[in-house]
């Protein structure tokens, strides 16, 4: 059972340093690593991510524009069975005056965490570790819990 309905975020971009990797996901776009870790905790996500990292063009274009993703987005698609699916018309590029650092072309992409075959199965199988003795994200027990009163 997940613990929430949906995760929004807005992630760090690119080759960020970080102590392990998301579930599936051994690339260096850490906007993949937050997105498959949000898939362990929530059944729904929205994320703005750089335009780069998304498998379509929509913001700052006439029109959308579907390019189904490079190399790493695949990479990414096949090793946690996530795919990245366009929102429902915001243009991100209407903020672009409002960035406080040079402005990157973003889009804002969905995802439906129940959709595939490798969630249930990563849901089943999967934890994210960050040592051997201490654990992020874990599946969800199966056996009851031994009562502490007694």
């Known amino acids: ?12 971009f690119g080759a960020v ?8 996901y051994h690339g260096a776009r850490f906007e993949y ?15 703005l991510i750089p335009q780069s ?7 700052g274009r006439r029109a959308m524009e579907h390019d189904q993703g490079d190399t790493e ?3 990414f698609q096949a090793g946690t069975g996530i795919a990245l699916h366009a929102n429902c018309g ?21 995802c439906d965490f129940t959709d595939t075959a490798v969630t249930h199965r990563r849901r089943s199988l999967a934890t994210v570790t960050q040592s051997p003795t201490r654990s992020l994200i ?6 009851p819990r031994a009562d502490p009163r007694h």
């Open 1 to 12: 059972m997940r613990l929430f309905d949906t995760v929004i975020a807005n992630p760090p």
């Open 53 to 59: 990292s998304a498998p379509f063009r929509y913001s």
């Open 138 to 143: 874990r599946a969800p027990r199966t056996e």
């Open 90 to 110: 915001i243009d991100t590029s209407y903020y672009r005056d409002d960035w406080h650092h040079t402005p990157i072309a973003t889009e804002i992409v969905t």
């Open 17 to 24: 340093a970080r102590t392990v990797d998301g579930p599936g």
């Open 33 to 47: 690593h937050a997105i498959a870790v949000a898939s362990q905790v929530a059944r729904h996500g929205v994320f």
């Open 73 to 75: 987005y695949h990479r």
